[in-house]
């Protein structure tokens, strides 16, 4: 879980008032929660500054350099993604989508010219990295995403963050020391398709962008047809999975706990996995970044078709869209 503190922004020109719940990770990969009183924000974009207010804001991406800590976890991350463990590259995707902009030039630099990209989740990383409304030819930029669905790309302030803790400590946290920054929303909405070979347990889960916070209650439905082995109708299902075995050389509907081809989810790449189905009511889950995939096991090659969801979680932040 992050540290909860309250966090005050002095910045030149800071308006005050009620404070907000933000969600910050630093280029050390420390996660802190915390409030802060700021209203608004000054980007320089453009060859001018743009004041941006705080309700405004989804998210905070900064494009400064890679940390030391983040210049060595690059390069073995790219490596994790690319090798077999399927854990460590699970693990490794969510680090370098956290890490964001100062990963996408070493991701372009790995990516090589071939005919299969699909499943290839080193592939489908770099609109993790980089939503393709908001990229352009200055890769040095930050990333400040909006509630109306707008970017703006441009150098972030240099004030200082003053941090306050529970037990009164104080300290100090420059704008550079940022990696990233999510205002929390009463309510976040997605409308996803989740594709049972692409989001597939065996494979990869489709990543929500929404990171739920202990606070947050998650409603969900999906409608949609799976078929887990093209032909066989026995293999086929909506999003509660097998009622039974899909065929007789199986003795359970079941796999790794949950029924073949029904919705799941998790938090985080290492969260323990919950079923979601056709409809879901959820309180209670963990901190972490929400993800879903349709349930299999490793023969997930002939897999076909789609579950069209859409969620909401309340109380959460939201960094970025399904991928």
Not at 22 to 42: F, M, P, Y
Not at 236 to 265: E, I
Request: hydrophobic share 40%.
């Amino acid at each position: 879980m992050p540290n909860r503190l309250l966090v005050t922004f002095l910045l030149p020109l800071a308006l005050w008032g009620a404070p907000e719940w933000l969600l910050i990770r630093t280029v050390d990969g420390t996660a802190v929660e915390g409030q802060t009183q700021l209203r608004s924000v000054k980007v320089e974009s453009e060859g001018k500054s743009t004041e941006l207010r705080l309700t405004q804001i989804l998210s905070i991406h900064n494009a400064a350099p890679a940390s030391e800590f983040e210049a060595g976890r690059i390069p073995a991350d790219l490596a994790a993604v690319q090798a077999a463990d399927r854990k460590a590259r699970d693990l490794a995707v969510e680090e370098l989508t956290a890490i964001g902009i100062p990963a996408m030039t070493p991701l372009l630099e790995t990516l090589k010219d071939t005919d299969q990209h699909e499943p290839r989740p080193l592939y489908r990383l770099f609109e993790r990295l980089m939503p393709s409304y908001a990229d352009g030819f200055d890769r040095t930029l930050s990333l400040v995403r909006l509630q109306n669905g707008e970017a703006v790309r441009g150098k972030l302030p240099e004030g200082t963050l003053e941090l306050r803790a529970a037990d009164g400590g104080k300290s100090e946290l420059p704008w550079s020391k940022i990696r990233t920054l999510a205002v929390r929303q009463k309510s976040v909405r997605r409308a996803m398709e989740v594709h049972s070979l692409r989001h597939c347990t065996q494979i990869e889960y489709l990543d929500t962008g929404v990171v739920l916070t202990a606070a947050s209650h998650v409603d969900s439905t999906a409608r949609g047809f799976v078929r887990l082995s093209w032909n066989q109708d026995g293999w086929a299902t909506d999003a509660d999975g097998l009622k039974k075995p899909g065929s007789d050389a199986y003795k359970t509907n079941l796999v790794d706990g949950y029924p073949f081809g029904a919705l799941v989810g998790r938090a985080g790449a290492s969260g323990s996995v919950f079923l979601l189905g056709k409809k879901a009511a959820k309180t209670g889950l963990a901190a972490g970044r929400l993800q879903l995939a349709v349930n299999d096991n490793a023969h997930w090659q002939n897999n076909l078709g789609t579950y069209s969801v859409a969620l909401t979680a309340t109380e959460a932040y939201d960094f970025g869209e399904a991928q």
